[in-house]
């Protein structure tokens, strides 16, 4: 089964990217996060829009 719930660090893993940067991202909230009690979670599909989102602006970007 597919976990739905992501630790900052789990979420690094599937991006290839730091804990830092998984905090910096959901600082500037082009990561969306939840909190139960005191975890920071990140739904797996957030994880997939990010990418899907960053792909599409370079995409743009390189059609200009």
């Known amino acids: 089964m597919e976990r739905l719930l992501l630790s900052p660090?789990?979420?690094?893993?599937?991006?290839?990217?730091?804990?830092?940067?998984?905090?910096d991202l959901i600082r500037l909230r082009m990561l969306t996060s939840v909190k139960i009690g005191k975890r920071r979670l990140i739904p797996s599909d957030a994880c997939r829009e990010l990418v899907e989102r960053l792909v599409s602006q370079q995409e743009e970007e390189v059609s200009l």
């Not at 660090?9 to 905090?23: D, F, P, Q």
């Open 9 to 23: 660090e789990e979420a690094g893993e599937v991006l290839n990217l730091g804990k830092s940067t998984i905090y």
